[in-house]
């Protein structure tokens, strides 16, 4: 079992930016691929970055926008969040799952889930 904690999540305003963390406790951290997704109100959880096997995806959503990054030493996970829309107000939840490559881009393949933290950006 591993246990994830995000953080960072807060009110900025639009063009701004939030850098996001991960914290993972339990097993192994490196033995996981790890993905951080997001969820608005009415719509179905969608995958926004993963990393897996030293390959990195993003949504096209937030290509160029958005960076993940991943420290093996502190078993954390980073979202960088630049030029921030409305439209990236949800809540962002960080996922592990099992090795792929490139990283899986669907819920389902991760088994391990944080609690969430809200990103809201105003217009």
């Known amino acids: 079992q591993v246990q994830l904690v995000e953080s960072g999540g807060g009110l900025v305003q639009a063009g701004g930016s939030l850098s996001l963390s991960c914290l993972a406790s339990?097993?192994?951290?490196?033995?996981?691929?790890m993905a951080w997704f997001r969820q608005a109100p009415g719509k179905e959880r969608e995958f926004v970055a993963g990393?897996?096997?030293?390959?990195?995806t993003y949504a096209d959503s937030v290509k160029g926008r958005f960076t993940i990054n991943r420290d093996n030493e502190s078993n954390t996970v980073s979202l960088q969040m630049n030029s921030l829309k409305p439209e990236d107000t949800a809540v962002y939840y960080c996922?592990?799952?099992?090795?792929?490559?490139?990283?899986?881009?669907?819920?389902?393949?991760?088994?391990?889930w944080g609690q969430g933290t809200q990103v809201t950006v105003s217009s």
């Open positions: 996922a592990a799952g099992r090795y792929s490559s490139p990283p899986e881009v669907t819920p389902r393949e991760y088994d391990y």
């Open positions: 339990g097993r192994d951290f490196r033995n996981y691929a």
């Open positions: 990393w897996s096997i030293s390959r990195v």
